[in-house]
């Protein structure tokens, strides 16, 4: 055989053969709105946003038949499948509280690279990754003299980054088919965000989801969103960042790939413990975490105090009157409420072991109501012991003057950190920063899969010397016991 019928052969082989009729109206009509676009001419400024990627159609014309709907969705926005890649927000902050899941998020993550420019504040939105429980978003915000008007928030010492940057309008969050996601999560534990030079931050947000998004979607990324008074008794959405009302939307559709069948999601179930029920609505695992979302038929009555487990309403119960167990033996933390809407509740969990096939669900009753004081030595190792059964362990701690980073490991049932108070005292037992013209700043962060806790004390106006520091007065728990008789253990698939 010659050259030319290698040639021959070779483009027999590749042809897939006649498109079909329907392929070919769908992708006229996609290349028509295409072509309907504006146009940069030669002497036009760059558009802020950058180009959307062009997609090659497939060769076999069964690949185009599937390929059609992420084509849909990249006519609008960003086009962004979730893959292995990297995310340069770990670059630059070690210490995030996502820092241990990044192997996860980069096997599930794409490169979004969008930018817009409203009221000299720019707002980039680099990657995003997600899965069906969790979208996870990386970016930088950039304003001449940022640094400048960070410290003009009135905090005269340190304080988290995160905090004040938020106080100033940077609390990212997704629109999804009119719907807001990211409204409620608790700010220490879902947003960081650190200095990459005096003009530009980069901020990471994790976004909790109830388990109801497709795996293909939509999304606009807003840097904040509240909702003012329209001047004709309504509403309108506002974004502000800042200190400055624009519009800086970033448009990101979003196709999971491979991550819409990795999450491991338990039947929804009632759970029956006697007289007592916990309407299960999903339990989920997946490799960016875990999430429980929980009906208590209260109708939207509030969160109860995560510490103490509260009595039934109409025999249905919240999460926090049980403590949760894998099958291997690990222990599961409820690090915050996330969100709650008409009597449902969406909290992160952390990770149970990668061998569990099953949680566990032990109803909680409490020995006591009255809790007292306890106190622990300032040492690596040391443990404070915030009722028989549960508490931390210090696992490191620094002491400067103004400023003291502890880190904690919990351990046993139950250790709610929303609940976790914590006071320094020298060597004699006396409260450090406890003075009359003192303001102590508290802020508690947790890892996402193991649920150890960094807790950030400052003294944000007043005189301290935290460098004394030689113990921790905390308040302990009331003493509870575990029904393990009445556990109840839910299967994962």
């Not at 050259?3 to 329907?22: F, I």
């Amino acid at each position: 055989m010659n050259r030319q019928e290698d040639r021959d052969e070779m483009r027999r082989m590749l042809d897939p053969g006649p498109v079909p009729a329907c392929v070919d109206e769908r992708l006229a009509a996609a290349y028509a709105q295409l072509r309907s676009l504006p146009q940069a001419s030669e002497n036009s400024a760059p558009p802020v946003r950058r180009a959307h990627r062009l997609l090659r159609t497939a060769a076999v014309a069964a690949a185009l038949c599937a390929a059609l709907s992420v084509t849909a969705l990249a006519a609008s926005g960003q086009l962004a499948v979730m893959a292995q890649g990297v995310i340069e927000f770990f670059a630059g902050d070690e210490d995030s509280s996502l820092a241990s899941m990044q192997p996860a998020l980069e096997a599930y993550t794409a490169e979004v690279g969008v930018s817009v420019t409203d009221e000299g504040v720019t707002f980039t939105v680099d990657s995003v990754s997600a899965d069906e429980n969790f979208i996870n978003l990386f970016g930088t915000v950039h304003m001449d003299g940022l640094a400048d008007a960070l410290r003009e928030t009135g905090d005269s010492r340190r304080q988290s980054d995160a905090w004040a940057l938020t106080r100033m309008g940077l609390y990212p969050m997704a629109q999804i088919d009119g719907a807001l996601y990211g409204t409620q999560n608790t700010l220490s534990d879902t947003l960081n965000a650190y200095f990459i030079d005096e003009d530009t931050v980069g901020w990471a947000r994790r976004i909790v989801l109830d388990g109801t998004l497709p795996a293909q979607y939509a999304m606009q990324v807003l840097p904040s969103c509240a909702s003012q008074p329209d001047g004709s008794g309504g509403a309108r959405l506002v974004q502000k960042l800042m200190g400055r009302e624009g519009d800086w939307t970033v448009e990101v559709d979003v196709d999971l790939g491979a991550a819409a069948s990795a999450a491991r999601t338990a039947a929804e179930q009632t759970l029956e413990f006697g007289g007592k029920k916990l309407d299960l609505v999903r339990l989920s695992v997946s490799p960016l975490g875990a999430v429980a979302v929980v009906d208590d038929h209260d109708g939207g009555g509030g969160i109860q105090s995560p510490q103490l487990p509260v009595g039934p309403q109409d025999g249905y119960t919240q999460l926090q009157n049980y403590a949760l167990r894998d099958s291997t033996g690990r222990w599961l933390y409820v690090l915050h409420p996330a969100a709650y809407s008409g009597g449902r509740q969406t909290y992160e969990l952390t990770s149970p072991d990668a061998q569990a096939d099953g949680v566990t669900f032990i109803p909680l009753t409490l020995e006591e109501a009255q809790s007292g004081e306890g106190t622990a030595a300032l040492r690596e190792g040391e443990r404070l012991e915030m009722n028989a059964q549960s508490g931390y362990t210090v696992v490191s701690y620094t002491a400067e003057e103004t400023h003291v980073s502890l880190t904690l490991m919990p351990y046993g049932p139950g250790c709610p950190s929303l609940a976790l108070d914590l006071q320094l005292c020298d060597a004699s037992g006396a409260a450090l920063g406890d003075g009359a013209h003192a303001s102590i700043v508290t802020t508690r962060t947790s890892d996402h899969y193991t649920g150890e806790i960094t807790v950030e004390i400052d003294c944000a106006a007043g005189e301290a010397d935290f460098t004394q520091a030689a113990g921790l007065r905390f308040v302990r728990w009331p003493e509870t016991t575990l029904d393990e008789a009445a556990a109840v253990t839910v299967a994962l698939p």
